[in-house]
Nanobody
Framework: QVQLVESGGGLVQAGGSLRLSCVVS????????MGWYRQAPGKEREFVAG????????HYADSVRGRFAISRDNAQNTVYLQLNSLKPEDTAVYYC?????????????????WGQGTQVTVSS
């Protein structure tokens, strides 16, 4: 049974920072391409950032590039998302996703496993 458990969400003022974590169990973490997605109320789930199995490749949505940073620690089975210069429009539930592939995907449906999500709220 694969489990992805996110943590680190919360309430922060605009301009602030948060660090999200996602711990993976039940699969060889180094075989998984990892991604972060978010879903705001009334909107579809959207890609935020992705990282390849060996951290060699990272990808970001245009809306977060330069403000967010994805990283992973294969020894700790954990993927991180550093959120800086947060804006009210970043408010959403953030989900960790895993894909049994060498290739990062921006398409939510192409991921194999999902976490339960962690709420990020940015006040103006």
């Amino acid at each position: 049974q694969v489990q992805l458990v996110e943590s680190g969400g919360g309430l922060v003022q605009a301009g602030g920072s948060l660090r999200l974590s996602c711990v993976v169990s039940g699969r060889t973490f180094s075989n998984l391409a990892m991604g972060w997605y978010r879903q705001a109320p009334g909107k579809e789930r959207e890609f935020v950032a992705g990282i390849s199995r060996t951290s060699g490749n990272t990808h970001y949505a245009d809306s977060v590039r330069g403000r967010f940073a994805i990283s992973r620690d294969n020894a700790q089975n954990t993927v991180y998302l550093q959120l800086n210069s947060l804006k009210p429009e970043d408010t959403a539930v953030y989900y960790c996703a895993a894909r049994q592939s060498t290739i990062v995907t921006t398409t939510p449906a192409l991921n194999d496993y999902w976490g339960q999500g962690t709420q990020v709220t940015v006040s103006s």
